[in-house]
């Protein structure tokens, strides 16, 4: 099992940066991405941007420009820039392995609140 440790949320100005961090507890040598959630109120939870293990990255079209993913080692990070009032929510980092089977792994949740 992967302990999944999130940091970085907080409140942040409109047009402001901020970066998110997930460390995972150990690595893994079989096929796996790690990505980033977000949920908003009353909305669905969506996939904001994901990084697999050959450093393919996809990103929703409401950040592509403004987020970048990217992973050393165990830990994947998100580099928010341009952050908009519609970027509040709270972040969850997510983590899928193939071993005997798939798994799904989850960050606690950290709160992104953009305002002035």
């Known amino acids: 099992q992967v302990q999944l440790v999130e940091s970085g949320g907080g409140l942040v100005q409109p047009g402001g940066s901020l970066t998110l961090s997930c460390a995972a507890s150990?690595?893994?040598?079989?096929?796996?991405?790690m990505g980033w959630y977000r949920q908003a109120p009353g909305l669905q939870r969506e996939l904001v941007t994901s990084i697999n293990s050959d450093g393919n990255t996809n990103y929703a079209d409401s950040v592509k420009g403004r987020f970048t993913i990217f992973r050393i080692n165990n830990t994947a990070s998100l580099q928010m820039n341009s952050l908009k009032p519609e970027d509040t929510a709270v972040y969850y980092c997510?983590?899928?392995?193939?071993?005997?089977?798939?798994?799904?792994?989850w960050g606690q949740g950290t709160q992104v609140t953009v305002a002035s």
């Open positions: 150990r690595t893994i040598f079989s096929p796996n991405v």
């Open positions: 997510n983590r899928r392995e193939w071993t005997d089977r798939t798994y799904d792994y």
